[in-house]
């Protein structure tokens, strides 16, 4: 595992930029020298990291992007590296565990970047793609204490998915959809105002730093518990109007259709379903267009009602109802979107293959129009 090296980062010009986005932190390894004995039964996931990291020697590159005080705990917030996300010609960005009870999330992310470091290790062209073509960040536990703690929400009791400044343009599901009214409740926001949250400045530091003009990113941010089917949500959370990149969206969409007509993901705009505010993703996407980067984030939200259907008393354990609890069905949810987060990275290699432009783009528009927002 190779880990920051401040100083030297510092002499490579394009890099001064990259270091000023996020602190000086103590490395991966150091923090979890602390805490790693402690850490084996409450959060094996961050072990399992730290174990990935290590088998991938040169192949990952790791960084404390924050350092979460909970109880007797100081948790990192790492991000992983495959390729130099500096000078790639794409970016992929993967993130997971922001909700800290859906360790399933966080746990079909590193099974995928598993695959993605066995496969470098014999597969050149595989192996190629990341010396220029593309880089992957990964960030799978962006909310360690709340993992620590089978919550939702971060050690402060904040949902940090409702936790960014912006509003819902129409009615939300009450509670859900975000609210200020007490910590004690989940789907709290934080006071009007206040400062983000560590995890939340993590995330944003991570977007500030490797999110570049005329470079497009695809986001793929992991998610468990809504609905009986997987669904791929495109945003906005915050209003029933389309996003401008509504036809990249559409091309993406139909690309897959085309390669995968057979696959079982509900694909379209989380606006279908309900609105939210403080969506994290609504926030970066509208901060990065006003600094003109194009970034096109896409929530993965495992059904998790399924599992609970087919096994009930899962009901009684609250982890239960975020993730599969029985054997078969874990494995299948672990080996189930492989393929999918596989054509997401081709997908981003090859960006301007795809990216309708021009008239092309009006008829994406057009189509997005008829598929969903005629209906809104
Ligand atoms: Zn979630």
Same mark, same amino acid.
């Not at 087919?310 to 029985?326: D, E």
């Given at each position: 595992?190779?880990?920051?090296?401040? =100083?030297? /980062?510092?002499?490579?010009? *394009?890099?001064?930029?990259?270091?000023? @986005?996020? +602190?000086?932190?103590? $490395?991966?390894?150091?923090?979890?020298?602390?805490?790693?004995?402690?850490?084996?039964?409450?959060?094996?996931?961050?072990?399992?990291?730290?174990?990935?990291?290590?088998?991938?020697?040169?192949?990952?590159?790791?960084?404390?992007?924050?350092?979460?005080?909970?109880?007797?705990?100081?948790?990192?917030?790492?991000?992983?590296?495959?390729?130099?996300?500096?000078?790639?010609?794409?970016?992929?960005?993967?993130?997971?565990?922001?909700?800290?009870?859906?360790?399933?999330?966080?746990?079909?992310?590193?099974?995928?970047?598993?695959?993605?470091?066995?496969?470098?290790?014999?597969?050149?062209?595989?192996?190629?793609?990341?010396?220029?073509?593309?880089?992957?960040?990964? =960030?799978? /536990?962006?909310?360690?204490? *709340?993992?620590?703690?089978?919550?939702? @929400?971060? +050690?402060?009791?904040? $949902?940090?998915?409702?936790?960014?400044?912006?509003?819902?343009?129409?009615?939300?599901?009450?509670?859900?959809?975000?609210?200020?009214?007490?910590?004690?409740?989940?789907?709290?926001?934080?006071?009007?105002?206040?400062?983000?949250?560590?995890?939340?400045?993590?995330?944003?530091?991570?977007?500030?730093?490797?999110?570049?003009?005329?470079?497009?990113?695809?986001?793929?941010?992991?998610?468990?518990?809504?609905?009986?089917?997987?669904?791929?949500?495109?945003?906005?959370?915050?209003?029933?109007?389309?996003?401008?990149?509504?036809?990249?969206?559409?091309?993406?969409?139909?690309?897959?259709?085309?390669?995968?007509?057979?696959?079982?993901?509900?694909?379209?705009?989380? =606006?279908?379903?309900?609105?939210?505010? *403080?969506?994290?993703?609504d926030y970066f996407h509208r901060q990065c267009r006003a600094d003109g980067i194009t970034l096109l984030p896409l929530t993965l939200e495992m059904g998790s009602w399924l599992w609970v259907k087919?096994?009930?008393?899962?009901?009684?354990?609250?982890?239960?109802?975020?993730?599969?609890?029985?054997p078969h069905r874990h494995a299948r949810v672990l080996r189930g979107h492989l393929l999918l987060i596989d054509f997401l990275l081709a997908a981003a290699r090859n960006i301007e293959h795809w990216q309708p432009r021009g008239e092309q783009e009006r008829e994406m528009q057009q189509m997005a129009q008829s598929l969903w927002y005629?209906?809104?």
């Open positions: 595992m190779s880990h920051q090296e401040p =100083a030297r /980062i510092l002499e490579r010009e *394009g890099d001064m930029e990259a270091a000023l @986005c996020g +602190p000086d932190l103590p $490395d991966f390894t150091t923090v979890m020298d602390a805490c790693r004995g402690r850490l084996r039964q409450r959060l094996s996931e961050l072990i399992s990291m730290e174990q990935l990291c290590r088998q991938a020697g040169d192949l990952i590159s790791t960084r404390t992007e924050a350092l979460v005080e909970v109880g007797e705990f100081t948790l990192p917030v790492v991000s992983l590296t495959i390729g130099n996300p500096n000078t790639a010609k794409h970016c992929l960005i993967l993130t997971a565990g922001i909700h800290g009870v859906e360790r399933i999330g966080t746990q079909v992310l590193l099974a995928w970047l598993e695959t993605v470091i066995e496969r470098c290790r014999w597969d050149t062209h595989w192996r190629a793609q990341f010396e220029q073509d593309i880089a992957i960040v990964a =960030a799978p /536990i962006v909310n360690p204490g *709340g993992m620590l703690q089978d919550s939702r @929400c971060n +050690p402060n009791g904040i $949902d940090l998915n409702r936790h960014a400044p912006i509003d819902a343009e129409d009615k939300v599901p009450f509670l859900v959809g975000g609210q200020r009214i007490s910590k004690t409740i989940p789907w709290y926001r934080g006071k009007r105002g206040a400062d983000f949250e560590g995890e939340f400045v993590a995330l944003q530091n991570i977007i500030k730093r490797y999110c570049q003009v005329g470079r497009p990113s695809i986001v793929v941010d992991f998610h468990s518990g809504f609905g009986f089917q997987d669904h791929l949500w495109i945003p906005y959370a915050y209003r029933r109007q389309p996003i401008d990149d509504i036809g990249s969206y559409v091309a993406l969409k139909l690309l897959w259709e085309r390669n995968f007509p057979h696959h079982n993901y509900v694909f379209g705009p989380q =606006a279908m379903h309900y609105l939210s505010h *403080g969506d994290i993703w087919k096994h009930p008393q899962q009901l009684f354990s609250f982890a239960g109802l975020f993730n599969p609890t029985v005629r209906q809104l």
